[in-house]
């Protein structure tokens, strides 16, 4: 099946520092990627939709100016967490569509963030 | 808007047993999709089985299959002959208007 890279698999940063994280489509082409947000025993929450080439469309309440998302190509979305703090601590998933076909959802390993 | 629903926290299965996760859902979208996805401690997202809404007909993985009622809007898996290996967290999904959106999860014990 599809591949998606995502990295780093956990960080830990200092309150106030900004903090990427990679997602990448490995053979495939996205053109569309999904960033969402986990917190302990809890559901996958939806932050954001990245197409290639376009802004984001953010979910209600997320910051913008927090969570920029770019998706520079059809393979590559990033996100950073910008000025982070320890209630941005959570696990980040990442997932890329293949297409346009709906069911072609792939999804990445997640990210642990952890700011001190 | 869509909503997903999964009213069991948590079950649990004796091995070799059958057990069933339910699911409802709520989507104003004529054309969406349903899954279901396993999250193991490794958190890595797995897909267990999907569910075209076109479709009658009931979607089957292996030991794995839906019970999909579309006018009661309910999506629920069967796990068959379950495994030690099946214990994890379960979420459904529904796809629709560019968006996946999850439930709450089920967390899934096998009881050896």
């Known amino acids: 099946g599809a591949v998606v890279s995502q990295h780093p698999s956990w960080v830990i940063c200092k309150s106030g520092t900004s903090v990427k994280i990679e997602c990448r489509s490995l053979d495939f082409q996205a053109t569309t990627m999904f960033w969402y947000r986990q917190f302990p025993k809890q559901s996958l929450m939806l932050m954001a939709t990245?197409?290639?080439?376009?802004?984001?469309?953010?979910e209600q309440g997320v910051e913008k100016d927090k969570f920029l998302i770019n998706h520079a190509s059809l393979t590559l979305s990033t996100l950073t967490v910008t000025s982070a703090h320890p209630e941005d601590s959570s696990f980040y998933i990442c997932?890329?569509?293949?297409?346009?076909?709906?069911?072609?959802?792939?999804f990445g390993s997640g990210t642990q963030l952890s700011v001190l | 808007a869509q909503t997903v629903t999964q009213s069991q926290p948590e079950m649990s299965v004796q091995e070799a047993e059958t057990v069933t996760l339910s699911c409802t859902y709520d989507t104003s979208e004529s054309d969406y999709y349903l899954f279901w996805y396993k999250q193991p401690p490794s958190r890595q997202m797995i897909l267990v089985i999907r569910?075209?809404?076109?479709?009658?007909q009931n979607a089957t993985e292996n030991r794995f299959s839906v019970n999909f009622q579309k006018a009661a809007k309910s999506f629920s898996l069967k796990i068959s002959d379950s495994q030690l290996g099946d214990a994890a967290m379960y979420f459904c999904?529904?796809?629709?208007?560019?968006?996946?959106?999850f439930g709450t999860g089920t967390r899934l014990t096998i009881i050896p």
């Open positions: 990245s197409n290639e080439g376009s802004k984001a469309t953010y």
């Open positions: 997932s890329a569509r293949e297409g346009i076909v709906h069911e072609k959802l792939f």
């Open positions: 999904a529904t796809f629709g208007n560019e968006k996946l959106t």
């Open positions: 569910q075209e809404a076109y479709k009658q």
